[in-house]
């Protein structure tokens, strides 16, 4: 299969660039040898039917999983496939399904992001001294800064689980940013928000990117992909097909083939698609009013609020077999 890449303004230097991204379980390649480079002040889509691998290259890109080839940049380094020493390099993510600490506070939730970037140590949080009391009452202005940025800093003392769906994902990305990243990975964002959500969201997302975050984001939300990206990649069992703005991407046969259920170039089987997702890649219109831009699909994929993950404390960015 040919990639065909469509000539892209870009913005800035390279935040990420993945080069041969591969990833095997056993006999099936769900990641395979897939380039995307996103540069600083874009704001970069990943669309592909159900079980392309978008996950799965999440996944690569933060060291949950260690691929079985390729590379990944953070700014002109490679990274070693560790997600404690990704968040530090200054790559944060949230999750296709939500993971916060359940029991913990709104606000507290947010502190725990921001542990990669405090400098006080074990002995200093037990002796509770005054720098470590600088330090925390730091964290904490800056939390509820992003809280406040988020939209949430009215809700900094209630229970995660207590919030609804739409601000639990907004809590995730609030966490995500109290890490001070430069890039932000965003999977499936929107996923059972209704239209007043999901178009905050994008002015949310929006108002990352002009903090100088650079943000690659998975949705099926087709509008809410052509509405925010500079550029958009396809992947389609596991291949980048294709690449490019808007246009690029909205007339290539093998994109709308893809979402249809054909087979692709010499393969037996179909991928999995959804035909909400296939009108929509077709029909999305820009800058669509919110009443219109629903997804069905996502209210499928929608968990209710109580289904919050509680990952442990020591591990915000979860377990290897999670998405
Ligand atoms: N840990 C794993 N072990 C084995 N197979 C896996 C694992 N993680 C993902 N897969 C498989 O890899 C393929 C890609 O899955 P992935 O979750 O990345 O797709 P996706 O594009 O994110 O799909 P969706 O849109 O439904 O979220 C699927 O066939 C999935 O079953
Ligand atoms: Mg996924």
Redesign the pocket.
């Known amino acids: 299969m040919t990639t065909s890449t469509a000539p892209v303004t870009t913005t800035g230097d390279p935040v990420l660039e993945a080069t041969g991204v591969i ?1 095997r ?2 006999g ?1 390649t ?2 395979n040898n897939v380039d995307l480079t996103v540069n600083s002040g874009e704001i970069v889509g990943l669309i ?12 690569c890109l933060t060291g949950l ?1 260690v691929p079985t080839e390729g590379t990944v940049k953070y700014k002109g380094t490679v990274l070693p496939p560790k997600p404690h020493l990704v968040t530090q390099a200054g790559i944060a993510r949230t999750f ?1 399904n939500i993971r916060l600490f359940a029991n913990m506070t709104v606000l507290e939730n947010v502190l725990v992001g921001r542990h990669s970037r405090t400098k006080e140590g074990l002995l200093s949080a037990v002796l509770r001294g005054p720098k470590y009391k600088r330090a925390e009452a730091e964290s904490r202005e800056k939390a509820m800064g992003l809280l406040e940025f988020a939209g949430l800093a009215d809700k900094a003392d209630h229970l995660a689980r207590n919030l609804p769906y739409g601000e639990q994902r907004k809590l995730e990305i609030a966490r995500a940013l109290a890490s001070e990243p430069g890039l932000l990975l965003l ?2 964002p929107t996923a059972g928000m209704n239209p007043q959500e999901t178009r905050a969201a994008e002015e949310l997302v929006f108002a990352i990117r002009d903090r100088g975050i650079a943000i690659l984001v ?1 949705e ?1 939300d087709m509008r809410f992909i052509f509405n925010l990206c500079d550029r958009t990649a396809v ?1 389609v069992q ?1 291949q980048k097909i294709v690449e490019g703005d808007r246009e690029t991407v909205q007339s290539d046969e093998r994109v709308i083939t893809a979402y249809l259920g054909a087979p692709l170039e010499g393969t037996a089987e179909a991928p ?1 698609a959804a035909d909400a997702d296939a009108d929509a890649i077709a029909d999305a219109p820009a800058d669509l009013p919110a009443e219109a831009a629903a997804d069905p699909v996502e209210e499928a ?1 929608a968990e209710p609020a109580a289904e919050a993950s509680t990952a442990s404390a020591t591990s915000t960015t979860g377990t ?2 999670e ?1």
């Open positions: 990833m379980f056993g099936l769900a990641v592909g039917p159900n079980g392309a691998g978008k996950t799965t290259f999440f996944n999983y296709q999977d499936e998975i099926h992947l596991g999995a994929d290897e077999d998405k």
